[in-house]
């Protein structure tokens, strides 16, 4: 975990609250029959109109502001011509950067009148973010995000968590260490990241990526990116960038939504 200074830590909030107010404005607009390109083009322009930057374009040769994921596709959806219609989950990622410092963000939003399973997935998924925030502080294992993830998972039942991808460090780059799964690692690959310590004037990404039922099994779309539920599961996502005080944490993100 980098640390920071007291400006880059300045420069990180602002960003962060250019990005919740992104999302706010996203909740507020987004309408049955636009596009996952329109939504892109939104985010980016709210991003921009505030003096902050896409952090996601150029990186990994990525070239829009957001992934705009809808319903089986859990990450990284390319924003394209696909049209949103009643009922659809719409997770939409995205990162403001300010003076060389970026934040990342993701909230899974409902287009019109959804289902209850659909509702029910979202605020599942918010709250394994919320219950992993609990539990974080200075000196604490980053194993414990994981750990607190899956057992609300397994404790609530029908659920899924994709362990394919992971939170992270952020500051100067969009990812940075350590990796921050949302799982308990029997991987002694992933050991040397779980076993780092969260430390004051640091910042991370946590995102808990659930599935609706029992099976995490997923694929990646002709376009490279894209990943998609093998069995069309609907699919939600929620991320907050965290700065961690000497305190507890703060999230800068945070778009008070309920």
């Not at 509702?119 to 604490?140: E, H, W």
């Not at 694929?219 to 990943?227: H, I, L, Q």
Request: hydrophobic residues 35%; negative net charge; aromatic residues 8%.
């Amino acid at each position: 975990m980098k640390q920071l200074t007291a400006a880059q830590i300045s420069h990180m909030r602002y960003a962060g609250k250019v990005l919740a107010d992104t999302f706010k404005f996203i909740r507020q607009n987004l309408r049955a029959g636009m596009t996952t390109r329109e939504v892109d083009k939104m985010a980016e322009d709210f991003i921009v109109a505030h003096n902050c930057y896409p952090c996601f374009k150029g990186v990994y040769g990525y070239e829009y502001a957001c992934n705009t994921s809808v319903n089986e596709e859990i990450i990284h959806g390319v924003p394209t011509d696909k049209v949103l219609h009643e009922g659809d989950i719409i997770t939409v990622d995205c990162g403001a950067g300010f003076n060389g410092i970026c934040t990342d963000a993701c909230r899974t939003f409902a287009v019109g009148k959804i289902s209850d399973e659909a509702q029910a997935l979202i605020n599942v998924t918010r709250n394994c973010f919320y219950k992993a925030l609990d539990k974080m502080k200075p000196g604490v294992e980053v194993a414990i995000v994981g750990r607190t993830i899956e057992n609300y998972i397994k404790s609530t039942g029908g659920y899924s968590i994709l362990e394919d991808y992971c939170g992270h460090g952020i500051g100067k780059n969009l990812h940075e260490d350590p990796l921050i799964p949302n799982y308990i690692v029997r991987n002694s690959q992933l050991q040397q990241h779980v076993r780092k310590k969260f430390q004051p004037n640091t910042a991370v990404c946590v995102e808990p990526m659930i599935f609706a039922g029992n099976s995490n099994a997923v694929k990646v779309a002709p376009d490279g990116w894209t990943v998609i539920s093998t069995r069309g599961a609907l699919s939600a996502h929620y991320e907050n960038t965290i700065l961690v005080t000497t305190q507890g944490v703060e999230v800068l993100t945070n778009s008070d939504e309920n």
